[in-house]
């Protein structure tokens, strides 16, 4: 190769040798031919003149072959790269697909415990009304506060869990549609509860506020469900049950949203993965 020429050690030792003997070769000529050594000004002059630009040219064009064999080097070292980087993107294939079938395995049972959550008791429906219906995500403590039932929580929180240490391990597509899916349960808990979370704080502090002098113990170690309430606190507290099972009616729906929008997109995934197997 000539950049190895360039920069051998014979080159070196080549350049060395030569620049003595193109002294003892100067000498020479003068002590045989006896040629004045002013006179061999012009000539010099003359050699310098026609070979310098040609010496330059040739050093350019050296350059450029420098830079052509760089530039190969560098391609050949990107395509080896690249093919180093498909073949071993190719050989983690199975385990990739493995990761997400089981991802997908996953959300299927979730997706099939949400629908079993939004199934109601028909007779429950005709005869009950909204407040004394049965909550599936949420219910209330004995003191009035809004509490997360386990099932919410494994569907939210557990089972996320389980399908995000399968989808890290797939690629960066399938783990921004998990971080999607996130948000979305963030939103869901957030935008959901806020609102009747706060109206059962609020009747927490009215009924604290109002039976401090009348019902001291209960106020201060509880439960406030043994408390009395007045006809009006009752019609208040019922209209709250009633709004709070609305709330876990849509949420149950929009559970079954995310997740069948999650299996979706990461059934297009294990698509593409397989095809690229193939």
């Known amino acids: 190769m000539?950049?190895?020429?360039?920069?051998?050690?014979?080159?070196?030792?080549?350049?060395?040798?030569l620049v003595p003997l193109s002294?003892?070769?100067?000498?020479?000529?003068?002590?045989?031919?006896?040629?004045?050594?002013?006179?061999?000004?012009?000539?010099?002059?003359?050699?310098?003149?026609?070979?310098?630009?040609?010496?330059?040219f040739i050093s350019f064009l050296a350059l450029v072959m420098t830079l052509n064999l760089q530039k190969e080097q560098?391609?050949?070292?990107?395509?080896?790269?690249?093919?180093?980087?498909?073949?071993?993107?190719?050989?983690s294939l199975p385990e990739r697909i493995l990761n997400l079938e089981e991802a997908i395995d996953i959300i299927r049972e979730a997706i099939n415990?949400?629908?079993?959550?939004?199934?109601?008791?028909?007779?429950?429906?005709?005869?009950?009304?909204?407040?004394?219906?049965?909550?599936k995500l949420f219910g209330l403590s004995e003191n009035y506060v809004l509490k997360?039932?386990?099932?919410?929580?494994?569907?939210?929180?557990?089972?996320?869990?389980?399908?995000?240490?399968?989808?890290?391990?797939?690629?960066?597509?399938?783990?921004?549609?998990?971080?999607?899916?996130?948000?979305?349960?963030f939103l869901i808990n957030f935008n959901q509860k806020r609102t009747i979370e706060s109206d059962f704080i609020a009747f927490y502090q009215k009924i604290m506020e109002i039976y401090t002098d009348s019902y001291p113990l209960l106020v201060i170690s509880g439960p406030l469900s043994e408390i009395p309430l007045t006809d009006d606190e009752n019609r208040e507290l019922n209209k709250l049950k009633s709004q709070l099972y609305r709330v876990d009616q849509e949420c149950?729906?929009?559970?079954?949203?995310?997740?069948?929008?999650?299996?979706i997109n990461?059934?297009?995934?294990?698509?593409?993965?397989?095809?690229?197997l193939k």
């Open 2 to 17: 000539f950049d190895k020429f360039l920069f051998n050690k014979r080159t070196l030792y080549l350049s060395l040798i």
């Open 23 to 56: 002294l003892i070769i100067g000498i020479g000529i003068i002590k045989k031919w006896g040629i004045n050594f002013a006179d061999l000004g012009p000539y010099g002059d003359f050699l310098a003149g026609t070979t310098v630009p040609i010496l330059t």
């Open 74 to 91: 560098i391609d050949n070292q990107r395509k080896e790269f690249k093919e180093n980087r498909d073949e071993i993107y190719q050989s």
């Open 113 to 135: 415990e949400i629908e079993i959550l939004s199934r109601e008791d028909f007779l429950d429906h005709l005869t009950k009304s909204p407040n004394e219906r049965e909550l």
């Open 148 to 185: 997360e039932e386990d099932t919410f929580k494994k569907i939210t929180i557990t089972t996320s869990n389980e399908i995000r240490n399968h989808v890290v391990r797939v690629n960066t597509e399938s783990y921004k549609t998990f971080i999607k899916f996130k948000n979305d349960l």
């Open 252 to 263: 149950i729906q929009l559970l079954s949203n995310a997740y069948n929008e999650l299996m």
């Open 266 to 276: 990461l059934n297009n995934i294990l698509e593409k993965l397989i095809n690229d």
